[in-house]
């Protein structure tokens, strides 16, 4: 029933999906959707709403696609949505998306990516690093970074920082202006690796 809504509203540009109990799946097909929210949400497929401008993922997500189920997920997702330009992803969507393999950029770049926020990312984790250099690396637009980022291990910290000077090329982040970091949780000291990642992005960014 949601879907057949959705299909025949043509002039629809904006869905928000909160809290949907009995809905596992959706194929969303139409063409002047512009803005998605979902939340609650097990898999989607929005392949048919190239329009998209602005996605915000707040659950377990999988993005389907049975044609190339092993295609990176997140490449997939772009591949969905090339004119994104704002982008949330939450929970546990970062770490499917970064299933499949994680390239150090996309072959196509995010163009039009202008916002890219990320919560919560744990820097001793480091498949979900290198899922947000890779998508920091294939912004070239990007205009404002926010992540959240929880507890790191003390013991892991060190660590953290040298995987992220060494999967850091000499990428230009020429429009980035604001860079902003959150503590989630119970964080004590100095965040090593957090700051270690301002630093870097700041020293490419000679708009921030």
């Known amino acids: 029933m ?28 139409t063409h002047n959707l512009k803005y998605l929210y979902v939340n609650v949400l097990e898999s989607i497929c929005f392949k048919q709403s190239p329009n998209l401008t602005e996605i915000t993922i707040r659950s377990d997500l999988m993005l389907e696609d049975s044609e190339n189920s092993k295609m990176s997920n997140l490449i997939q997702l772009f591949d969905a949505a090339p004119k994104i330009e704002k982008l949330f992803l939450e929970v546990n969507s970062l770490k499917f998306l970064a299933a499949g ?5 996309l072959s196509t770049p995010a163009n039009q990516l202008k916002i890219l926020m990320l919560s919560p990312i744990n820097f001793s984790d480091f498949d ?17 970074l926010e992540i959240g ?7 892991v910290a060190d660590l953290a920082i040298i995987f992220l000077d060494s999967h850091w090329a000499e990428y230009s982040l020429e429009q980035l202006r604001i860079v902003k970091i959150n503590l989630i949780g119970n964080i004590t000291g100095r965040s090593r690796p957090e700051l270690e990642l ?8 000679p708009s921030a």
């Open 2 to 29: 949601v879907e057949t809504i959705i299909s025949t509203s043509p002039l629809l540009e904006r869905l928000k999906l909160d809290d949907c109990d009995g809905i596992d799946h959706l194929n969303i097909h």
């Open 149 to 155: 980022a929880s507890a790191c291990k003390k013991a």
């Open 101 to 105: 393999g994680v390239p150090d950029r």
């Open 128 to 144: 979900l690093l290198s899922l947000t250099l890779c998508l920091i690396r294939s912004s070239p637009n990007l205009q404002k």
């Open 198 to 205: 301002i630093k870097i992005l700041l020293a490419r960014s």
